[in-house]
């Protein structure tokens, strides 16, 4: 450790503890990082002072105070922000004896170097991933570690033991018992790696606990071989890995057929169908990144991608004219990357239609072009027309959008009187518009 340099006021923190007699070591994902020479962002210092001891020691510092169910305190001090919590026990090596994992279980002191009691320096060498105590009752404590494992071999390419991934599986029922907000952050770096199918498959129960509707799709045959060659579940994890690494993009992958089991449909020539598929898709992916508390903004982008997913056009100006009213401009660009991705996960016949989304995507650019596709740059109307008309500052970009979404669904012209005359109209009700 003596080769890395640790933040000044981190450093400073650690002697400040000790001037007042109190131990304190850097502890936790810190030390894991510099040892994998990795950014630090997230500091942790483990002490034996009590939590008030704590806040007595930084109380002459401008430095924010943050307490978190009477374990921990955030101080930002001199623009860094580390969390500090009392031993969970009587010394450090006790301490270290509850954390999760041995990669995790280790501490560092400027002075004494590396305390590794449980071998974590061994393990994160030899990239393996294990815990400190006994799986159920690590998993118990805190069930969220199962997903933390998870996102550990994913993005630190840390491999659980095989006892380890017996417990991942077997105890991912106790992800019920987490709550709802801890999972996104979690979650998000899986699905942000290279090839998230790999964690998926290999942790299903873990998603399948998680997303309940994903377990249903695991071997579904979807009988319909002229489009697809895959099951429900190969398919979706075939489309998620052939998207780019947005997590808007990433998540419509993800949720754009979870749905087909609940709509699946065998005629009476044996061909599987799945009617309606996208917007029961769109309705359970509302629900369940809800339920995980993504922000509503994150929400309504990655369900329109879901909803329009599979929306036929046509390479025709009208055809794609047609659908942009309907789509809006925005996400263009993922919404045709989950095109792609689609037919990368369907039946190899296929492929050719690729051509068409390429060609498509050209004509777009071409409309945008050529102004057939009305955008705020082209709009009629602009904010310091709004603004002449005596719209306040916070009013003139809603009244934009909504102007705009009239003008694209043709239910308003776009022309300079009559959007004026629009906009007169509008200021007095904007308010009830949401």
Not at 34 to 40: G, N
Not at 147 to 167: D, S, V, Y
Request: charged share 30%; with cysteine; net charge negative.
């Amino acid at each position: 450790m003596d080769s890395f340099e640790i933040n000044p006021n981190i450093l400073y923190a650690i002697s400040l503890l000790e001037s007042h007699g109190y131990q304190a070591y850097l502890v936790g994902g810190a030390v894991r990082d510099f040892l994998l020479d990795l950014e630090v962002s997230d500091y942790d210092i483990a002490t034996n002072a009590t939590l008030d001891q704590a806040i007595e020691v930084f109380k002459e510092f401008k430095c924010k105070k943050y307490i978190s169910k009477n374990i921990t305190i955030g101080v930002k001090l001199n623009h860094t922000y580390f969390e500090l919590s009392s031993f969970k026990g009587s010394t450090i090596e006790e301490d270290l004896s509850n954390r999760d994992f041995t990669v995790n279980s280790m501490a560092y002191h400027p002075k004494y170097g590396l305390i590794d009691p449980y071998h974590g320096l061994s393990d994160l060498v030899s990239k393996r991933l294990k815990t400190v105590k006994d799986i159920e009752e690590v998993f118990t404590y805190d069930p969220n570690r199962i997903l933390r494992a998870i996102r550990f071999h994913a993005t630190r390419g840390l491999i659980p033991t095989l006892e380890l991934k017996m417990g991942i599986n077997k105890y991912s029922y106790l992800l019920n018992e987490i709550k709802s907000e801890r999972v996104g952050k979690e979650i998000d770096p899986i699905l942000l790696t290279e090839t998230p199918s790999f964690y998926i498959r290999e942790y299903i129960s873990v998603f399948s606990t998680l997303f309940p509707e994903l377990g249903k799709c695991i071997d579904f045959d979807q009988k319909c071989p002229k489009w697809h060659n895959l099951d429900v579940l190969s398919h979706i994890l075939k489309v998620l890995d052939s998207t780019k690494c947005d997590l808007t993009l990433r998540y419509a992958a993800f949720f754009h057929d979870i749905a087909k089991p609940m709509s699946y449909f065998l005629d009476d020539k044996g061909v599987g169908h799945f009617y309606g598929h996208a917007i029961k898709s769109e309705e359970y992916a509302r629900v369940m990144l809800e339920k995980y508390t993504y922000n509503h903004h994150f929400i309504d982008r990655v369900c329109h991608l879901i909803y329009y997913h599979d929306y036929p056009i046509e390479d025709t100006d009208k055809s794609v004219l047609d659908f942009l009213y309907k789509f809006g401009i925005k996400d263009l660009d993922l919404y045709l990357g989950l095109k792609r991705a689609d037919i990368l996960g369907q039946n190899p016949d296929l492929y050719y239609r690729l051509d068409k989304i390429d060609s498509i995507q050209e004509r777009i650019k071409r409309l945008l072009e050529e102004e057939r596709i009305i955008t705020y740059k082209n709009l009629k109307i602009n904010g310091d027309i709004l603004q002449g008309l005596g719209y306040e500052a916070e009013e003139i970009g809603k009244a934009l959008r909504i102007i705009l979404n009239k003008v694209i669904k043709r239910e308003l012209k776009n022309d300079e009187k009559k959007l004026y005359n629009y906009a007169c109209e509008l200021k007095y009700h904007l308010n009830e518009i949401e």
